[in-house]
């Protein structure tokens, strides 16, 4: 089992920033990746950045060069740096831990952070 703990949410006006933070606990061995999917009202879920056991990262299309994902593996806390945000990011972020193939498949979901970009 693994606990995910997001924070940071808020109100911004757009062109603002967060910073969110998913600190996990529990079995967080083997973990393969952790990652932000977001989901906005009437709209499926979707990765927004992700950061691999190596250190590799990965980005959505539309947020590429406003956001930034980074872990401190001493705190085993995963961070996103959302920098220029806009209107369209608002939604609720969910941390994903994923332990992946070779693991079991087995996937964690923290319970959310809403972020409200507007003016």
């Known amino acids: 089992q693994v606990q995910l703990v997001e924070s940071g949410g808020g109100l911004v006006q757009p062109g603002g920033s967060l910073r969110l933070s998913c600190a996990a606990s529990g079995s967080i061995f083997s973990i393969y990746a952790m990652g932000w999917y977001r989901q906005a009202p009437g709209k499926q879920r979707e990765l927004v950045a992700a950061i691999y056991s190596g250190g590799n990262t990965n980005y959505a299309d539309s947020v590429k060069g406003r956001f930034t994902i980074s872990k401190d593996n001493a705190v085993n806390t995963v961070y996103l740096q959302m920098n220029s945000l806009k209107p369209e990011d608002t939604a609720v972020y969910y941390c994903?831990?994923?332990?992946?193939?070779?693991?079991?498949?087995?996937?964690?979901w923290g319970q959310g952070t809403q972020v409200t970009v507007s003016s």
């Open positions: 994903n831990a994923d332990k992946g193939p070779l693991a079991g498949g087995f996937n964690y």
